[in-house]
């Protein structure tokens, strides 16, 4: 079946740094790409919506100069924390969709903590 | 505001037994639904769905039903097994493809050997 790969699974770095994580479609070509926060508690929050080749769709109230995305393939897209702060610590969830009628495919999810 | 409901933070079913799962929506325009399942610490994994054309889709032990003027949907698992304890999100869509879903807070399911 179709995988979609996420990576790094975890990371934990200090407060300023700016994380890139990777979201890959392994088998398909995913024309769009979706980003989610998860908050304890609480369901996927879409941070913003990637398709290939051009300028992500950002949610309200998701700061696009902070979670930069770049869809630069069709089975590839970055999500980076720019200048990260303990209160982006979450865990970050990428999917992707295989096409007309088929259902998003998430990736196992990317847990950061910054201290 | 919540589009999507589970009223249901849990539930605990014994093995063997059905497990039944509710999810209501408010949004009329939704017209594609599913069902993900999430283990702790890995994302959300498609488990099944139905177009607003159906009313019931049926894969192997996991039925899900679809009451359009109710805007109700349920995924029933049976027979239930151990390794089904999971978080449960139901999710909705206005288009079967392009859009953006609207989930659930889920149902955590527990399966009582």
């Known amino acids: 079946g179709a995988v979609v790969s996420q990576h790094p699974s975890r990371v934990i770095c200090k407060s300023g740094t700016s994380v890139k994580i990777e979201c890959r479609s392994l088998?398909?070509?995913?024309?769009?790409m979706f980003w989610y926060r998860q908050f304890p508690k609480k369901s996927l929050m879409l941070m913003a919506t990637s398709n290939e080749g051009s300028k992500a769709t950002y949610e309200q109230g998701v700061e696009k100069d902070k979670f930069l995305i770049n869809h630069a393939s069709l089975t590839l897209s970055t999500l980076t924390v720019t200048s990260a702060h303990p209160e982006d610590s979450s865990f970050y969830i990428c999917?992707?969709?295989?096409?007309?009628?088929?259902?998003?495919?998430f990736g196992d999810g990317t847990r950061l903590s910054i201290l | 505001d919540q589009q999507v409901k589970q009223n249901s933070p849990s539930l605990s079913v014994q093995e063997g037994r059905i497990s039944i799962l509710n999810c209501d929506y408010t949004?009329?325009?939704?017209?594609?639904f599913l069902w993900y399942k999430k283990y702790p610490a890995e994302g959300p994994t498609f488990l099944i769905s139905?177009?607003?054309?159906?009313d019931k889709n049926e894969d192997g032990r996991f039925t899900v039903f679809l009451n359009k003027s109710a805007k109700h949907l349920s995924l029933h698992i049976v027979p239930s097994q151990p390794g089904d304890s999971a978080v449960y999100f139901c999710?909705?869509?206005?288009?079967?493809?392009?859009?953006?879903?609207?989930f659930g807070t889920g149902t955590r399911l527990a399966v009582r050997p």
């Open positions: 088998d398909f070509q995913a024309t769009t």
């Open positions: 999710a909705a869509s206005a288009q079967s493809s392009g859009d953006k879903l609207t």
């Open positions: 139905i177009s607003s054309i159906k």
């Open positions: 999917s992707a969709e295989q096409g007309a009628d088929q259902p998003q495919h």
């Open positions: 949004n009329s325009m939704f017209d594609y």
